[in-house]
């Protein structure tokens, strides 16, 4: 198993440095993806990719794209450079990454597996995001008719890198902040397995947040949406999985 950590970076300057000192224990390969950030951000990207040379490399997008756009962008370069698997982490510190080392466990036992982070919240989670995030869930169990995925907007996962290759040849995945839920849900249609880990979750109080309220939760409701009608004509498949 080949494995590298993807990273979104949008105007994170003050905590990609912190999250990438915390990655040099694992010895693993870093692809930065810099999804059109200021001009301070992507000195502090750069100066991190010359520093760190021999295992973090650095990608420029040339304008902000989201998300999803900035994680695909990822996934096609950990492709090009053959690695099998990547994980994905966010840019903001907030995610526990000594849990790490029971993600690579986890996809080295289950190599075919989607290994998905579950949040484990500590009081700083704001309750709008909370009680969001509980709507968004069940929104999943609905469509994928299943309680498998425990939570679908963790954007701490690890991911097998030749099912999300051929999802990405046949389908345009959500750009923004609707990728996490978009992406799961029609990888587990493509009959992809799921594994679930607990994972600490902290919102540091001065950290940046790029989820606008109204926007972002207007395109999460359009994805469910979309995936409901998408998963109406999968129904007999869906059940016949559980059998």
């Given at each position: 198993m080949s494995l590298c950590i993807i990273i979104p970076v949008y105007n994170h300057k003050d905590a990609i440095g912190h999250v990438v000192e915390q990655l040099k224990p694992?010895?693993?390969s870093c692809l930065l993806i810099n999804d059109g950030?200021?001009?301070?951000?992507?000195?502090?990207?750069q100066q991190i990719a010359k520093q760190h040379s021999s295992w973090v490399t650095l990608y420029e997008r040339a304008e902000n794209g989201g998300k999803g756009a900035a994680v695909v962008d990822g996934f096609q370069l950990a492709i090009?450079?053959?690695?099998?698997?990547?994980?994905?982490?966010?840019?903001?510190?907030?995610?526990?990454?000594e849990d790490i080392a029971q993600?690579?466990?986890a996809s080295e036992q289950y190599p075919q597996y989607l290994i998905l982070g579950q949040p484990q919240f500590d009081?700083?989670?704001p309750k709008s995001r909370l009680y969001g995030r509980q709507f968004t869930n069940l929104w999943i169990w609905i469509n994928t008719l299943s309680f498998t995925i425990a939570d679908g907007m963790c954007g701490?996962?690890?991911?097998?890198?030749?099912?999300?290759?051929q999802l990405l040849r046949s389908n345009t995945v959500g750009q923004g902040m609707d990728f996490d839920i978009d992406i799961v849900v029609r990888l587990y249609w493509q009959g992809v397995d799921m594994l679930n880990i607990k994972t600490d979750v902290h919102y540091p109080l001065d950290g940046v947040s790029h989820f606008q309220l109204l926007q972002d939760n207007i395109l999460i409701s359009r994805i469910h949406?979309?995936?409901?009608?998408?998963m109406l004509w999968r129904i007999p498949k869906l059940i016949?999985?559980?059998f």
């Open positions: 694992f010895k693993i950030s200021s001009e301070d951000c992507t000195a502090v990207l090009k450079k053959g690695f099998s698997h990547a994980i994905q982490i966010d840019a903001d510190g907030q995610h526990k990454l993600f690579v466990q009081a700083s989670v701490f996962r690890c991911y097998p890198l030749a099912a999300t290759a949406a979309q995936l409901f009608f998408g016949m999985r559980h």
